[in-house]
């Protein structure tokens, strides 16, 4: 069975654990897996989709499509009839007969969704509306190689609890077996569907769920402190608006006090200091943010070995070094 990768609950507790143990592998020897050097499937090609503008996700993912043997195909925005002159499900149906995985930024959940079930090759969310379940792989491995282990800690997430990112963090973090804590104001928090998926995870992984809209609470005694952007791509708009309302959600060096001693920082950048995290914080001694954003390349290619593996495209791989 082909297996993908849509949302951070797609990976068990288990299965999280082991991608994360390939990509520590991978950090450490750069080329040791190569599922698409051509032997086992015959296909070299990754498709890389972006409906949405990139830096971190398309250097990756290029870098690591190479890394691991292969070439990535770049199709921007724009350079596809992708859900315009052809159908989602079209356009994947030709895509598997040529490529060995597929990946897509895009907008909308539903349409990563039609891909998959339409695809016998694994695709991969780079990110959508709904979800970034890849930037977590990254985070995830940043805290483990900083703090030892996952399950047990706390991480709290300050700032837009609505968006991806907050999603992300709660459903990933509980597979974890973390306990997880988000604050953000009224009218920002995760949608009910959200909460109770990742209670519902939490439930078999030892983990917990905390939603409020008092930062303080969220801080209180946490090992990792997240926060992201107050203004993601189509809200320029609000972008005053945002700014006056998450003022008090800023991951400051007052928040940080409220913390852990020896509390971690990450943010998935682009970062705006002074806004979501100040200057001091992010360019501080408790700063893992530049770790967090390699570790998008070794954690990716990890993801990738693996989904070739689990849908019988290649062997399984030798996590451990």
């Not at 970034?132 to 030892?148: F, N, S, V």
């Amino acid at each position: 069975m082909t297996r993908h990768f849509l949302v951070d609950t797609d990976l068990t507790q288990a299965e999280q654990a082991e991608v994360l143990d390939l990509a520590d592998a991978l950090k450490k020897d750069r080329y040791k897996h190569q599922p698409f050097a051509g032997e086992s499937t015959g296909r070299k090609t990754v498709a890389v989709i972006f409906d949405k503008t990139s830096t971190r996700t398309r250097v990756s993912f290029a870098a690591g499509i190479s890394d691991l043997g292969g070439v990535p195909l770049i199709i921007g925005a724009g350079e596809s009839q992708l859900g315009h002159k052809e159908s989602v499900a079209d356009t994947t149906k030709v895509l598997e007969r040529m490529v060995s995985t597929i990946v897509w930024r895009t907008y909308a959940q539903s349409g990563l969704e039609e891909m998959a079930a339409n695809s016998s090759v694994p695709v991969i969310n780079a990110l959508s509306d709904d979800y970034h379940p890849c930037q977590l792989l990254a985070d995830l491995m940043t805290i483990r190689e900083h703090k030892g282990t996952l399950a047990g800690l706390t991480l709290a997430y300050l700032g837009d609890c609505a968006n991806n990112m907050a999603n992300s963090y709660l459903l990933a973090g509980v597979t974890a077996g973390m306990h997880v804590r988000v604050a953000g104001p009224l009218g920002y928090l995760p949608e009910p569907r959200i909460v109770d998926a990742a209670a519902a995870r939490a439930e078999e992984t030892g983990g917990s769920v905390t939603i409020t809209t008092d930062a303080v609470e969220a801080l209180a005694g946490a090992d990792v402190v997240a926060t992201d952007t107050w203004v993601s791509m189509g809200q320029e708009a609000e972008k005053a608006a945002r700014q006056e309302l998450f003022r008090s959600y800023a991951v400051d060096a007052d928040a940080m006090a409220s913390a852990a001693d020896d509390a971690v920082v990450l943010h998935c950048l682009p970062a705006y200091r002074g806004y979501e995290i100040s200057a001091d914080v992010l360019d501080g001694p408790q700063s893992v943010v530049w770790d967090e954003a390699e570790n998008r390349l070794h954690a990716q290619k990890a993801l990738m070995v693996w989904l070739m593996a689990q849908s019988g495209l290649t062997g399984i791989p030798e996590a451990r070094s």
